[in-house]
């Protein structure tokens, strides 16, 4: 059973950066696709990032230049460092195992 638990969001001003955390216990972690989902007030939960193994990374193209996405195997965490922040980045920050297993979401909102 694959546990996920996120951490790092929280409240920043437009241009500011925050580092997304995302422990995961249980389940083999070193060789799955890991990803961060987002969802803003009144819309539907959208792919962020995604990073396999060997480290292939991909990121929606509002994201990109501006977010970056890591893992480290042998903690079993993976980052999401979002620099630039806008405040259409504002939104619960989720951590994916795919294709079923989420964590519970941490908010990032990004407001002066």
């Known amino acids: 059973q694959v546990q996920l638990v996120e951490s790092g969001g929280g409240l920043v001003q437009p241009g500011g950066s925050l580092r997304l955390s995302c422990a995961v216990t249980g389940g083999i972690f070193s060789f799955r696709t890991m990803a961060w989902f987002r969802q803003a007030p009144g819309k539907q939960r959208e792919l962020v990032a995604t990073i396999a193994s060997p480290d292939a990374t991909a990121y929606v193209d509002s994201v990109k230049g501006r977010f970056t996405i890591s893992r480290d195997n042998a903690k079993k965490i993976v980052y999401l460092q979002m620099n630039t922040l806008k405040s259409e980045d504002t939104a619960v920050y989720y951590c994916?195992?795919?294709?079923?297993?989420w964590g519970q979401g941490t908010q990032v909102t990004v407001s002066s």
């Open positions: 994916s195992a795919p294709p079923n297993s």
